[in-house]
């Protein structure tokens, strides 16, 4: 007689996982906590892409691309302030927020670079600055080197992107199986653990922002894409992609980034054309969002001073 008895690991683990299953969140109770009367879905590459669209319709346009594991709402500190002279753009990039898992899971450096520049040009977009965070970062300066007749300025904050020559070719993330529990469990303490370590200040991490981390992770699709992203990730050659952008550049970090080290700002000042490094004393990973007046302030007047001045400026 076949015997359907469970190992009794598998029995416990069974266990352990009904105690914290997590299950997807519905996109539209989701879209009803996040969404504003500012959001839009546009279709690129299969992907229903979720963005965001403030400010003046004629003002030159910021594009704000956020990082791993985050969404378009780690942008809300600073939208008010920069929709009062630039028209704002921000999206759920793919694999993330209520854009969701691409249907080709594809997450590859040069499909996010297409699937950006597919987005921009839906839009019209001839010439705009860009704000990229973290993984963000990376696909701003890929972006930027692809057009850089049409990007007016560039900010990069705690870019991703510039790994040393040795690591060219590899994988920068080792994803261990039994992260891929996450797709089934995944307790709001184990979120805040790891974000705590984004924040050189963990009081900044609210009980509101830690519940939108949680609750975006949640949404459909969204764990089982960063892992997919993450598996798929490769370090590359940055520095010819680097030295073809044209735009004036900002790079701004957190002195206690514990994510990606403010001494990396100058690998990338060595290889820009022109660029200036800011370093905020005693903040950590996500600028935007611990103590969010202190960049900001870094983000609007270099904006200000090479978009708004620039005799190509809408």
Request: hydrophobic share 45%; aromatic share 8%.
């Amino acid at each position: 007689m076949r015997s359907y008895v469970l190992p009794i690991g598998a029995v416990m683990l069974v266990a352990a996982l009904y105690g914290v299953w997590t299950p997807d969140l519905d996109r539209a109770e989701l879209l009803h906590r996040y969404g504003s009367p500012t959001q839009h879905v546009l279709e690129v590459d299969g992907l229903r892409i979720h963005y965001q669209d403030s400010g003046p319709p004629e003002a030159p346009v910021v594009l704000l691309l956020h990082g791993f594991g985050s969404s378009l709402q780690t942008w809300d500190a600073w939208t008010p302030t920069l929709a009062l002279k630039f028209r704002v753009i921000r999206l759920d990039l793919p694999g993330f927020g209520l854009t969701g898992k691409s249907p080709t899971q594809n997450y590859s450096e040069g499909q996010d670079l297409a699937t950006l520049v597919d987005f921009v040009n839906k839009l019209n977009l001839s010439r705009y600055a860009i704000v990229g965070h973290s993984m963000g970062g990376k696909m701003a300066w890929s972006l930027a080197a692809a057009q850089a007749e049409r990007v007016q300025a560039l900010v990069l904050m705690a870019p991703d992107g510039f790994s040393p020559e040795a690591q060219w070719g590899t994988k920068p993330y080792e994803v261990p199986a039994t992260l891929g529990l996450m797709k089934y469990a995944l307790p709001k303490s184990f979120v805040r653990g790891f974000l705590d370590a984004a924040y050189a200040d963990p009081q900044w991490l609210t009980d509101p922002v830690l519940t939108r981390y949680h609750d975006m992770l949640r949404a459909p699709g969204v764990r089982g894409a960063i892992l997919d992203r993450a598996d798929q990730t490769v370090s590359t050659n940055p520095i010819q992609r680097l030295k073809q952008i044209t735009a004036p550049t900002l790079l701004l970090w957190g002195e206690n980034d514990r994510m990606i080290p403010s001494s990396n700002a100058a690998h990338y000042a060595s290889v820009l054309q022109r660029s200036r490094t800011v370093v905020l004393p005693k903040l950590g990973h996500v600028l935007q969002e611990e103590q969010p007046a202190l960049g900001l302030a870094q983000v609007d007047a270099f904006l200000s001073s090479h978009v708004l001045a620039s005799p190509h400026a809408p």
